[in-house]
């Protein structure tokens, strides 16, 4: 049979980034040593058995218990106990993922906030000690569901089930940290763009001085991410607040723009009158107008960063304007 010969294409592709990838690679390493199998049988170790038992044999439910032996599985990996979780409070995070609720369900929503040091910071609060039993029965009732509808498994199914969990938790870790990034960038270009006015800077502020000899501030700053005020012998006047949101994730795009939008009201009622939100999603700026109507200017981080793009250029005569510089 003969060979169809393929003709040459002069398109070129982009290379697509590995960097998230190696980022979740990195931290699923660091949250597997405080939350997976390793933890718990590390835990497990420094414990009497006896003690583990004890705790199993009076909380848990004798069929669940014999449902474990029969797949030559042991209780606690599955169970949570008094004993286990007082050894290594981090092991509440191993229980979390395992029943299949994230963090915010978890802590936030549900009934459990008082618990969350423990997975956090691998400490216990007196009202957590004093409530560590109910925690436990609560948890206990819901692996028992859990198993109950499982049939056959191993701990290895039960690993599987951690990773689905954590996986939108990592995700949502690394959009934070796109966040952190993309302010910096944003920050760096303003810094890059008004260095000719530059009076004095430090990592999280730069002061210039304006065209008019008036003093202008530019600094990070919790709510929004990064805001401009001119100096005044009577105070301050605030310029423009900037939002940035700097996460990659589409699907999320309308909660952030939300969460600007409040920023932005909150920094409207201190008298800012011009109000910037930065994007990192490719999306129609008149689908988020509606979500976030204080917001004068959208643009993209990318796109603010080509100096050959027409967003960098209005972006650039945008400050111009509002700073009173020449930039």
Known sequence: MQTKELMPSNVLYPVLSADLQAGFHYRLKAIKELYFHEALSKTVKTIKISDIDFDL????NENSLRQLASLSLRGEIIFPTPHLLYNNPFLVGYYRLLLGFSQKEFYTKGPFGAFRSMEEK???SRIASVNLEGFCISLISTAESLISQLGDFNRFT???LQLLTVGPQL?????NEYGQIA??????????????????????????KNNSGRIVEIKFSADPD??????????FRGLISIEIKGGKDYSN???RIGEAEKSHQKARQRGYFEFMTIISVEIDYSLLKSESPTTSHFFHLDKISE???????KFKELLSSILGVNI
């Open 122 to 124: 691998g400490k216990i």
């Open 253 to 255: 795009i309308h909660n």
């Open 183 to 208: 302010t910096q960038k944003t920050f760096n270009l303003i810094k890059d763009l008004v260095k000719q006015y530059i009076l004095s800077s430090t990592p999280a502020s730069i002061e210039i």
């Open 158 to 160: 039960l690993a599987e």
């Open 226 to 235: 990064i805001e401009i005020i001119e100096k005044l012998t009577s105070g």
């Open 171 to 175: 995700r949502g870790s690394m959009n």
């Open 307 to 313: 100096i050959n793009n027409s967003e960098y250029s």
């Open 57 to 60: 044999n009076k909380y848990v």
